[in-house]
């Protein structure tokens, strides 16, 4: 069987991918120089394991291979096997996942896979009889099964060493011990869950093999985790990149230019990615059919496919969009971030950066004036982890509705990470930014009113049907100046005018980064530096969009609205605070090239590494040669292709607790605009009366207003309603003083 990626050029030499490479250069004497130094950064910041924590982890994983073959063993007595069959019944333990692809970091825990027999079932013997012979060892802690997930799951610690264990229930009486789960005839006979189970291993197998230097793979997605992680982008669940959408992107890259050292790389991840025009698919190889009919992703062909803003397609059938968790808010944010990153490599090129400021920490609670808040409590530490799961599911949910409900003029900007107040028992919180989208005018006694929307969200949420008493959600809207202390370091809130360390960092055209002044904006490029480097682009050809080092929609503002007295359950903008998607052009979808698909051959006895090459002159050693290319690698015959609004039942889906959602959630379902048989949908949208009546009642909390029901005190003209029934108010954001709108609305 011969590797999918594996194509041939016409002069016979060899390639991994669907495309040509854009270009075959090797190293110059600066890339290994630089090279050197991101690695040895990327052990300064603790990104690589101590030997002895390596050591610790094989030992769990060959004790974790011996517990799993002893419970095989012991369910096979037990259901009246002879002794020979007992003697022949076997487990076996994968592994997949960052610690699978050799990019796992200290403390990071381990993605295994159980392999077991047809006679192992997943519901009594795996959650069954394992779960219990675990739970009665003294080396695991922290025991937690969710049979209920959409990939079943069982997450444990054995000796400190954190371990998620899922379960793969092959149509064999005896699992060989030199098993291979790459193989398409390992998923005949199997169910749902197994399919999903073994696709994480198929996966990290097939990218590993589809890349043409491991070593500088693993080093580039090292670093390109690290960066997501402190540019705020690294979360799937939230809509951002996980750890196996960077790996299909980074891999990707690799493909481009198999000869480029890891300092290149990096460069060329953010180039590529800035012209890439989604939702042109990133893929690997070409998308095989298979012979087992399961359904794999192909907007031509399945509906649901053509409402992918950022397909990433897995490499092993059945290949799938990695990326389904992406929303149009998440997807510009993502874009600005691969802007940035362009823009600090070629001033790093320049001598003018270092890595310091590619990886410089988002400031998240600074860029925003207005914030959702979601506060989580619960009675005890495992009820606590069960609600924690199943509200972090739903988050994207409440991001869609929002997008949906307001037209997509406001967007969400989710915090992928969570909060907790050491000073209250059982407790978790979550941060959403709001903006307003860039382009759109600032009309007088303009609103949005989100608060039905919040409601309804809150009510899907309590649909769990998994709840106990104790387990409570509460959403707040909360004015920047007014976030929580507990959120930031040590309890200590920065000073929002002190000086951005970002400064002393980049350095372009003899000036610092820009800077918060003291009155709280960020500036900007002077103009002089402004046409220096215009003329420098234009000496290389650059097609590239550019921007300044900090994109104006990143800016970060200072607050100048205070809280109405009179409607402190209102957001009120002004043109200040418009900082949302900056001089980004919108991403509108690409109709005339819309894919990635190989015209090239299969080799039948392709090696899995591509075959040592001769380093070969650089034909794309300007921009707009490397911008052409890229466009080359976008065209393909999924032309019809574009990401489409968002479907219908896209907000009745959950793809990660699609099972625990209570179809007879009694007096809930009624108002749950989240239940499987509700009938609000885009298609049946309301038309509602520009003259909407808005809660002006005061919640005054200390900086956080309750989005609660309020009594009806004075009717405001709402321009932009949530295109919701009017039952009762829930948060409005308005962009003017609310004594203006109230003057208008007389």
Known sequence: MGIPGLSNQNNGQKWLGITEPISLAGPTEEDVIKSH???????????????????????????????????????????????????????????????????????????????????????????????????????????????????PVMKFKFNGVSVDLLYARLALWVIPEDLDVSQESILQNVDEQTVLSLNGCRVTDQVLRLVPNIQNFRTTLRCMRFWAKRRGVYSNVAGFL????????????????????????????????????????????????????????????????????????????????????????????????????????????????????????????????????????AENPDDLRQWKGWVESRLRQLTLKIERYTYGMLQCHPHPGEFSDKSRSFHQCYFMGLQRKQGIPVNEGEQFDIRLTVEDWKNSVNAYTSWKPGMEIHVSHVKRRNIPNFIFPGGIRPKATGENKRSSKLRVSGQSQPEKSQGGKAAVLGADDTRKRKRLEDNNNSRISKSSLSPPNREVHEDRTLISATSSCSMKFDDSEVNS??????????????????????????????????????????????????????????????????????????????????????????????????????????????????????????????????????????????????????IRLNFTSLGKAVDKSS
């Open 37 to 151: 130094e991101l690695e040895k950064y990327l052990q300064g910041v603790g990104l690589y394991e101590s030997q002895q924590e390596a050591v610790g982890r094989e030992e769990v994983l060959g004790r974790l291979d011996q517990i799993v073959k002893i419970w095989v063993k012991t369910i096979s007595r037990a259901k009246g096997f002879n002794e020979q069959l007992v003697h022949e019944a076997n487990a076996k333990i994968f592994t997949f996942g960052s610690y699978r692809l050799g990019v796992h970091g200290p403390g990071a825990d381990i993605d295994t896979l159980c392999v077991g027999p047809r006679h192992a079932t997943r519901e009594e013997d795996f959650f069954g009889e394992l779960q219990k012979m675990l739970s009665e060892m003294e080396e695991v802690t922290e025991l937690h099964p969710v049979p209920d997930a959409h990939v």
């Open 242 to 377: 996980g750890g196996i959408n960077l790996a299909l992107l980074v891999g990707r890259i690799c493909q481009l230019y198999p000869n480029a050292l890891p300092n290149m790389l990096v460069s060329r991840f953010f180039r590529v990615y800035t012209q890439w025009r989604w939702p042109n698919p990133v893929m690997l190889c070409a998308i095989e059919e298979g012979s087992l009919g399961l359904s794999v992703w192909d907007p031509r062909r399945n509906p649901k496919d053509k409402y992918h803003l950022m397909p990433i397609i897995t490499p092993a059938y059945p290949c799938m969009n990695s990326t389904y968790n992406v929303t149009t808010s998440t997807l510009l944010i993502m874009s600005e971030e691969f802007k940035r990153g362009t823009e600090i490599c070629e001033a790093m090129e320049a001598s003018k950066a270092d890595w310091d400021t590619l990886f410089e920490p988002y400031p998240f609670f600074e860029a925003h004036k207005n914030y959702l808040q979601i506060d989580i409590t």
């Open 581 to 730: 998607m900056g001089d980004q052009k919108s991403l509108k979808p690409c109709l005339k090239s819309a894919g990635e698909i190989p015209s090239g051959d299969s080799v039948p006895n392709g090696s899995a590494m591509h075959n040592k090459q001769s380093v070969a002159p650089d034909t794309s050693n300007t921009k707009e040669d490397e911008r052409l290319a890229i466009e080359q690698i976008m065209s393909g015959p999924y032309e019809a292709h574009q990401a489409l609004a968002q479907e219908p039942d896209e907000l009745e889906e959950d793809l990660g607790y699609r099972n625990q959602v209570n179809d007879n959630g009694g007096s809930v379902k009624s108002n749950n605009f989240d239940s499987p048989n509700s009938k609000f949908t885009v298609a049946e949208e309301q038309v509602i009366s520009k003259e909407t009546i808005c809660s002006t009642h005061s919640f005054s909390n200390g900086g956080l207003e309750e989005l609660e029901p309020a009594e009806l005190t004075a009717p405001l003209l709402c321009r932009i309603p949530a295109p919701v029934p009017q039952r009762k108010p829930l």
